[in-house]
């Protein structure tokens, strides 16, 4: 699903934030990308999701060189892919299922059908009864698992997230990663940036660290099962496919 090959990205003034990267993330893969602040989680985040292009080397995303995306075609690459933000980047003045809708009305998708994708994807969130309160309302987790909704609305086959529970507690932190579990589980990939490898190591996920900007120990970690599932919502993920 994802390929760099050799990939570096130089900001203006010199700073090299990635440099020489390569590394690939399966089709259907739930990987975590680690490494301390300023490593280039954000950096490699942004570069799939095509808010950077890089200085040199080659980005694929199902098979799409990001190179070759023109301009004016972003929004249309970008509706293959779902973002979680640390900082929900919710608006404030709408509801929930507003925020949630958001993507849909970019995208032309009809009154009626943007409904009905809004109500699946608030219910496999757990929120569905929350979606005329405005988001200022809601706890931490709930803004968190809005962003999470808005994200997958639009049914993507991949999805990154940036520090998604960087401002959550551990309780908290782990009902957002079981959010993403489930998504994996039909089929979803997800690359998640975290620097909370306790929880990490909880879910048994492959973990891609990086290290100024270079990637450091590749591996995958034995799987653990020590958490307890989240029940699926009534008719499971079926609606939301």
Known sequence: MIQLNNVTKQYPGGQEALSGLTM??????????????????????????????????????????????????????????????????????????????????????????????????????????????????????????????????????LLIADEPTGNLDPDLSLEVMRIFRRFNEVGVTLLIASHDIALIDKLGCRRIELEEGRLQQPGHDEFVEDYTEVPLPQGGLDQWR
């Open 24 to 157: 690939s993330i399966d089709k259907g893969e739930m990987a975590f990308v680690t490494g301390h602040s300023g490593a280039g989680k954000s950096t490699l985040l942004k570069l799939i999701a095509l808010i950077e292009r890089p200085t040199s080397g080659q980005v694929l995303v199902d098979g799409q060189n990001t190179r070759r995306v023109r301009r004016r075609k972003i929004p249309k690459y970008r509706r293959q892919i779902g973002m979680v933000f640390q900082d929900h980047k919710l608006l404030y003045d709408r509801p929930v299922a507003d925020n949630v809708a958001l993507p849909l009305i970019i995208a032309g998708v009809g009154h009626k059908e943007a409904s009905r994708r809004v109500r699946a994807a608030l219910d496999q969130v757990g929120l569905l009864r929350k979606e005329k309160r405005n988001p200022q309302t809601l706890s931490a987790g709930e803004q968190q698992r809005v962003g999470i909704a808005r994200a997958i609305v639009t049914r993507p086959k």
